[in-house]
């Protein structure tokens, strides 16, 4: 153990309550109990009974999904990971699976017109790819649906063995949850009103609604022709499309924090005891929680590898299409197409500006969010490596070598 006693009760937990706590998680997992497991360090004031799980920390994002058609698991609002079911014959399901012809139909046509189009422009080609993109995210994230319930189940009984204590954690996903789709609510809005004010404009006299259903998907509109039906449908699968289009970035952001957590917990325990003796059997259970942690990354990495993809790959295109129409265009104030009238728009032709402005600095900022939190994870992987450097060659021994060969 540690030559200092009185040093050591900051670095090993006693207390009755931890043990109980993995006992019961172990036994409800039927896990193998080994008594080294106790001997895991973590701080007694860091964990006080405190354990953020994974269901926790993503049951908002989760759930606001799920009014959107995305990742139709019943159970998300259980505490019990066991209890997450994908179900056909469950109305999620369903409402997926209606959401994903929805937007499968809206893109046929947004195809169709492309194709009979003389002459498409870059406008034509770039709502093409926002609807096929995001029309493919909600199939991806059916796919992990099925996937889902046992990837939680796995992550619970990783955290019945190695309990997660960042009490930031839960906070943070939620937080970046609610910021993200509220903002992203905010372009949507921004959006909306640039239309409606050039349809006031341009186009008095005319039905606001009919006309501004109509000029966002004309390629519908055009062989169906205008009813009420077919316009809350176009809305509703727009809807969808641009909280696709957020809600990927959102997914990968949350988890990203759950993993960077976990191995940062990792690490803190390495630091706890940096340059100091340790025994081998401290060693032992630090290697085999890296290990479990990293096979959990590899784990997630399969079922939302799909996602991170199509979430990168989303925002890159878009970025360069947002830097091309500030070439191609520049910053301006839309003049007014009734001159010598008063200006009823509400910022007097700048509504376009204002989108734009807004819609380009947020897209920037969401995938710088998601690139640099998303390399966290990889970032947190290899810090203990560093710490192996610094270990006492008395406590130097063979499972400080396997923990360095798996790092």
Same mark, same amino acid.
């Given at each position: 153990?540690?030559?200092?006693?009185?040093?050591?009760?900051? &670095?090993?937990?006693?207390?009755?309550?931890?043990?109980?706590?993995?006992?019961?998680?172990?036994?409800?997992?039927?896990?193998?109990?080994?008594?080294?497991?106790?001997?895991?360090?973590?701080?007694?004031?860091?964990?006080?009974?405190?354990?953020?799980?994974?269901?926790?920390?993503?049951?908002?994002?989760?759930?606001?999904?799920?009014?959107?058609?995305?990742?139709?698991?019943?159970?998300?609002?259980?505490?019990?990971?066991?209890?997450?079911?994908?179900?056909?014959?469950?109305?999620? &399901?369903?409402?997926?699976?209606?959401?994903?012809?929805?937007?499968?139909?809206?893109?046929?046509?947004?195809?169709?017109?492309?194709?009979?189009?003389?002459?498409?422009?870059?406008?034509?080609?770039?709502?093409?790819?926002?609807?096929?993109?995001?029309?493919?995210?909600?199939?991806?994230?059916?796919?992990?649906?099925?996937?889902?319930?046992?990837?939680?189940?796995?992550?619970?009984?990783?955290?019945?063995?190695?309990?997660?204590?960042?009490?930031?954690?839960?906070?943070?996903?939620?937080?970046?949850?609610?910021?993200?789709?509220?903002?992203?609510?905010?372009?949507?809005?921004?959006?909306?009103?640039?239309?409606?004010?050039?349809?006031?404009?341009?186009?008095?006299?005319?039905?606001?609604?009919?006309?501004?259903?109509?000029?966002?998907?004309?390629?519908?509109?055009?062989?169906?022709?205008?009813?009420?039906?077919?316009?809350?449908?176009?809305?509703?699968?727009?809807?969808?499309?641009? &909280?696709?289009?957020?809600?990927?970035?959102?997914?990968?952001?949350?988890?990203?924090?759950?993993?960077?957590?976990?191995?940062?917990?990792?690490?803190?325990?390495?630091?706890?005891?940096?340059?100091?003796?340790?025994?081998?059997?401290?060693?032992?259970?630090?290697?085999?929680?890296?290990?479990?942690?990293?096979?959990?990354?590899?784990?997630?990495?399969?079922?939302?590898?799909?996602?991170?993809?199509?979430?990168?790959?989303?925002?890159?295109?878009?970025?360069?299409?947002?830097?091309?129409?500030?070439?191609?265009?520049?910053?301006?104030?839309?003049?007014?197409?009734?001159?010598?009238?008063?200006?009823?728009?509400?910022?007097?032709?700048?509504?376009?500006?204002?989108? &734009?402005?807004?819609?380009?600095?947020?897209?920037?900022?969401?995938?710088?969010?998601?690139?640099?939190?998303?390399?966290?994870?990889?970032?947190?992987?290899?810090?203990?490596?560093?710490?192996?450097?610094?270990?006492?060659?008395?406590?130097?021994?063979?499972?400080?070598?396997?923990?360095?060969?798996?790092?």
């Amino acid at each position: 153990m540690f030559k200092n006693k009185k040093s050591s009760k900051l &670095f090993f937990v006693t207390e009755t309550k931890l043990t109980n706590d993995k006992t019961g998680a172990l036994k409800h997992y039927n896990l193998k109990l080994q008594p080294e497991i106790f001997m895991t360090p973590l701080l007694t004031a860091d964990y006080n009974g405190y354990q953020a799980t994974f269901q926790e920390a993503m049951k908002l994002t989760i759930v606001i999904g799920q009014f959107f058609g995305l990742n139709p698991v019943t159970g998300v609002s259980e505490i019990d990971a066991t209890k997450l079911r994908f179900q056909i014959q469950s109305y999620r &399901f369903v409402y997926s699976l209606l959401s994903i012809i929805g937007q499968c139909t809206v893109v046929s046509f947004c195809l169709l017109k492309l194709f009979t189009d003389s002459n498409p422009n870059l406008s034509a080609n770039s709502a093409l790819v926002f609807y096929v993109t995001n029309c493919i995210t909600t199939i991806l994230f059916l796919r992990v649906a099925t996937r889902w319930p046992r990837l939680c189940q796995l992550i619970s009984k990783t955290e019945a063995s190695d309990p997660s204590i960042d009490r930031t954690l839960i906070k943070k996903c939620r937080v970046s949850c609610v910021l993200v789709l509220t903002m992203a609510l905010l372009e949507h809005i921004l959006s909306d009103m640039s239309s409606i004010a050039g349809i006031i404009d341009c186009q008095k006299g005319k039905n606001v609604y009919e006309t501004f259903v109509v000029a966002s998907c004309p390629w519908i509109f055009q062989y169906t022709g205008y009813s009420p039906y077919v316009a809350i449908f176009t809305q509703i699968i727009g809807l969808q499309f641009t &909280f696709n289009w957020n809600f990927s970035d959102v997914f990968v952001i949350c988890i990203s924090f759950y993993l960077t957590s976990r191995l940062e917990q990792v690490n803190r325990r390495i630091e706890s005891v940096f340059g100091k003796h340790a025994p081998s059997s401290f060693w032992r259970t630090l290697r085999e929680d890296y290990s479990r942690i990293t096979g959990l990354v590899r784990r997630v990495d399969d079922v939302i590898g799909s996602i991170i993809f199509i979430s990168f790959a989303n925002n890159l295109f878009f970025i360069c299409l947002q830097l091309l129409h500030t070439l191609a265009e520049g910053i301006r104030r839309n003049p007014s197409c009734r001159l010598g009238e008063p200006d009823e728009r509400p910022f007097q032709g700048y509504e376009q500006t204002v989108y &734009f402005v807004y819609s380009f600095g947020f897209l920037i900022a969401r995938s710088l969010a998601v690139s640099l939190i998303a390399s966290r994870v990889h970032t947190a992987s290899r810090e203990p490596a560093h710490a192996l450097y610094f270990v006492p060659s008395t406590a130097y021994s063979v499972e400080v070598i396997l923990l360095h060969d798996v790092l």
